[in-house]
């Protein structure tokens, strides 16, 4: 379980005294405990999977912010979190791997965008960002 692995870090970023990895780690852990919470039961690895997609997504848009306003000491603290979030990811696929996924899951030319987005984010949950998929499946469809 990812929840493990970010327990084990923060511990070893309190012990390193890296605020900005505990920070990060921190608030994936706390998304975790508050959906579990929520949920009310254990949190599966595809709900995790989708915590911190979410805050990748939200660290890109605030290093976008960081770029325009040309502040540096920001840029480099928001792709330091986009590395360390990263690490909890499987790999990413490229588009060419995507396609193959998408085509092998049913997706054809003439589909409906949502009924296709149904299928392909199961088959690419974790392994692809959400405008890379929507991407290709406009492609495909």
Do not use: C, W, Y
């Amino acid at each position: 379980m990812i929840k493990d692995e970010v327990f084990t870090q923060l511990k070893q970023a309190m012990r390193d005294k890296d605020t900005l990895k505990k920070g990060v780690l921190t608030l994936v852990k706390s998304a975790i405990d508050l959906q579990a919470k929520e949920q009310g039961a254990p949190v599966s690895e595809q709900d995790e999977l989708a915590i911190i997609q979410r805050e990748v997504k939200q660290t890109e848009q605030a290093l976008e912010g960081a770029e325009q306003a040309k502040r540096e000491d920001l840029i480099t603290a928001e792709k330091r979190k986009l590395d360390i979030l990263h690490a909890f990811l499987p790999k990413q696929l490229s588009e060419d791997e995507i396609v193959s996924v998408l085509t092998d899951a049913g997706i054809t030319k003439g589909m409906n965008m949502g009924d296709a987005m149904k299928i392909a984010k199961p088959a690419l949950a974790g392994k692809a960002d959400g405008k890379t998929m929507a991407k290709v499946v406009k492609s495909l469809i």
